[in-house]
């Protein structure tokens, strides 16, 4: 989750005041610890020299940790689109989970992830547009329908500088489609 500045402090005087009341949740793989929920509360209290805190700890393995790191987050509304889209991109790439199942996991919608998996073949530069929040999910998907870097980059910079719609740039997009298969 990120927190804007206000939320921030209130959030920093918090964990100063009265220490953390919701303790971070973390699996066990049998090997290896991973943190599923909690990474602001532990950063937090690192900051003000605590070095041991309470932990939640769950048996469970890393693809079913980033399934719950997505539910959380997700259900939080608090999480930036990029770093959904790594969480799914890992989940179906590297874990081999089909998007049904990240769907009815998680709780998103199959159509987003969908988008979400799209949006992991576009350009660096649209997929940090999409994360300083100067595209939305929508835009970032019209776009990633094109398969050239370079063309990708001048419709984002074409969104931004026009703020187009996101209807409009579908409609760009076919277009940019039909003379990019002309050539």
């Known amino acids: 989750s990120y927190f804007d500045s206000e939320t921030a402090e209130l959030f920093k005087h918090s964990i100063r005041e009265v220490g953390i009341q919701s303790p971070p949740l973390v699996a066990f793989d049998g090997a290896d610890y991973w943190l599923i929920d909690g990474l602001n509360r532990l950063e937090e209290a690192k900051l003000n020299g605590v070095t ?36 799914v991109n890992e989940l179906h790439a590297n874990h081999q989970v089909d998007i049904d199942t990240i769907a009815r996991q998680s709780g998103l919608r199959r159509d987003h992830i969908e988008k979400l998996l799209s949006i992991a073949r576009c350009s660096e530069k649209v997929i940090t547009a999409l994360d300083e929040g100067l595209i939305s999910v929508s835009h970032a998907y019209e776009i990633s329908k094109v398969p050239d870097f370079e063309v990708q ?23 940019t489609l039909k003379i990019l298969a002309a050539q």
């Open 52 to 87: 041991s805190i309470a932990c939640a700890v769950i048996d469970t393995d890393l693809k079913n940790v980033l399934l719950k790191n997505l539910t959380l987050n997700a259900l939080r509304g608090k999480l930036k689109p990029t770093e959904m889209l790594a969480v």
């Open 153 to 175: 980059e001048r419709l984002l910079s074409q969104t931004i500088t026009y703020r187009t719609t996101v209807k409009d740039l579908q409609d760009i997009v076919k277009e």
